[in-house]
């Protein structure tokens, strides 16, 4: 493929990285040989494209990762359209570099990012990533699997503990805006109650489920809780701190534990709180999650050879396939009716 040989693929991973971006980042970088283009991968997120950080990537510099958590490229929450000047920066750099063609990985920011480059006429392709699993337009984002794999694994340990000592056991996990890891784990745990921001619900509520449980002679609860949940009638999230991120985010944290006192409080059940945190982001990404990125990643490439650009990869059935980036970064995919229902017949 002489026409493609000088062609320049640049590839960066946004955002909270998550299990999975190594086999992107990996899949990218074969395909992309196959084909005759070189790979150059971007530091850090769009930063690396705002300081002019990149390295190239080569066949040698992918082997291995397959298995390994995080992104060998780095990642930020960078957000390069806070200024013009680092608007123009990242265009600098892109042609400083020489990159033709940009393969951004990342969730609903980095992708926000992406369209607006897109629309400044650069060929670009997303792959759609966070273990919040609520980019829409795709059925499921990698990285996913594997959170809802470590947090059902400390579902069921905590079982045993909660009961041993006949405790409440409340267990904070990640999720912004959506209750994905919650819901599904929650299911997949057995969780006594599954609280996430698409449904606020009484603390009157809650404790009631746990009662009725107790009632019938299980004098131990698993709830799990999403950290971006909110107690009906609160009027903003539970955060750590003051402190927004580039994106605007506050940093979440904390409702664990004040759902934990509330049912200590009014049902004098012993209850402890777990906050899993980033061990959710953490280690090593699961089958499902290594072979989805995978496909992503040989996508996004073929995409690009075809010239379909403004594209983002995605899963629809078991079929990759692709959707604008438009359609996928104007809203979230949240937990739909069908999901709770489901989750609530085995409440209490
Ligand atoms: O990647 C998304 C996410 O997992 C959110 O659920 C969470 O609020 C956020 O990352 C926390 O990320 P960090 O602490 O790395 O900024």
């Given amino acids: 493929m002489d026409t493609n040989s000088q062609r320049v ?3 960066l991973t946004g955002g ?52 390994r958590g995080g992104t060998i490229l780095g990642t930020s929450r960078t957000n390069p359209l806070k200024s013009e000047e680092s608007k123009r920066k990242v265009l600098d750099n892109l042609k400083k570099f020489g990159i033709d063609y940009l393969i951004a990985v990342g969730g609903e920011d980095t992708l926000g990012v992406a369209r607006y480059l897109v ?9 759609p990533k966070t273990i919040d699993n609520d980019v829409e337009g795709t059925d499921q984002t990698f990285g996913f699997d594997t959170a809802v794999q470590t947090v059902t694994e400390a579902i069921d340990r905590l079982h045993t503990t909660a009961e ?3 405790r409440v056991m409340v267990v904070e996990v990640m999720g912004r805006h959506t209750g994905w890891i919650a819901t599904v784990a929650g299911l997949a745990g057995g969780a006594d109650c599954i ?4 449904q606020p619900m009484t603390i009157e509520a809650i404790c009631d489920i746990l009662e009725k449980r ?12 999403a950290e971006g949940f909110k107690l009906a009638g609160a009027a903003q999230e539970v955060t750590r701190d003051q402190k927004l991120d580039a ?24 209850t402890r709180v777990t906050v899993l945190g980033h061990i959710q982001r953490g280690g090593t ?64």
């Fill in 9 to 11: 693929i640049g590839i």
């Fill in 16 to 67: 909270g990285d998550c299990p999975g971006l190594n086999a992107v980042i990996r899949a990218v970088v074969r395909r992309a040989d196959m084909l005759g283009y070189k790979v150059l991968g971007v530091k850090n997120g769009w930063l690396g494209l705002v300081d002019g950080i990149a390295e190239p990537l080569s066949l040698l510099s992918v082997s291995g990762i397959l298995p």
């Fill in 119 to 127: 629309n400044e006429g650069v060929k670009l392709v997303g792959v």
């Fill in 164 to 166: 041993s000592h006949q």
């Fill in 195 to 198: 609280l996430i921001p698409e």
């Fill in 214 to 225: 107790h009632a019938r002679g299980r004098v131990f609860s698993i709830v799990v809780v």
């Fill in 247 to 270: 994106f605007g985010h506050t940093h979440l944290g904390g409702i664990g534990e004040v759902i934990a006192q509330e049912i200590e409080k009014r049902t004098k059940f012993e």
């Fill in 285 to 348: 990404p699961t089958a499902f999650d290594r072979v989805l990125g995978t496909r992503y990643g040989v996508k996004a490439v073929d995409l690009i050879h075809e010239g379909k650009f403004g594209e983002m990869v995605c899963l629809k059935g078991t079929q990759i396939t692709s959707i604008p980036l438009g359609k996928a970064v104007t809203t979230l995919k949240r937990v739909d009716s069908e999901w709770i229902r489901t989750a609530e017949i085995f409440y209490g």
